[in-house]
C-alpha cells in the first residue's frame, strides 16, 4: 500500500521541533526516495537522522482508507555511482528549480491500519 499513491509525508526534526512536509516519492525496493534540493530545510534536518515516513488514502463517501507509518534513517547521497542510478528512477520532483539532491530512508519498522466505517 506504501506505493500506490503518489504523495507521502516525511517528518523529520527542524531545530528541536517537529515538522511534516509533503513529498512525492518513489519505493525502491524497502527504501523510501525523495528528490529535493541540496540546501532544502529537507536535505539539511534529514541528514542522518530517524524520521517517518507516512502514506495514506480516504474515501469519504465510502467510509473505508487505510494508512501506512515507515520509520527509518535518512542519508543524502553524495556518491556520483548512487546519484545516477537514482536519477534514473521514475522520480519527477514537483517543486521548479534544481532537484538533483536524493534523500534515501531505508526502511526499518512499518506499521498500518485500515479504515473501515
Do not use: C
Request: cysteine-free; proline content about 5%; charged content about 25%.
Amino acid at each position: 500500500m506504501l506505493a500506490s499513491v503518489p504523495i507521502g509525508r516525511i517528518v523529520f526534526t527542524d531545530r528541536a521541533l517537529p515538522a511534516v512536509q509533503p513529498v512525492n516519492f518513489h519505493l525502491d525496493g524497502e527504501r523510501v526516495v525523495i528528490r529535493t534540493s541540496r540546501d532544502s530545510k529537507l536535505a539539511v534536518a534529514a541528514a542522518n537522522a530517524v524520521v517517518a515516513f507516512e502514506t495514506d488514502e480516504y474515501d469519504a463517501r465510502a467510509g473505508t482508507g487505510w494508512s501506512v507509518t515507515a520509520v527509518g534513517r535518512a542519508r543524502t547521497v553524495d556518491d556520483p555511482a548512487e546519484t545516477a542510478a537514482l536519477a534514473r528512477l521514475p522520480l519527477t520532483p514537483w517543486a521548479q528549480g534544481r532537484r538533483d539532491h536524493y534523500i534515501v530512508v531505508d526502511l526499518k519498522q512499518l506499521s498500518g491500519r485500515r479504515i473501515r466505517r
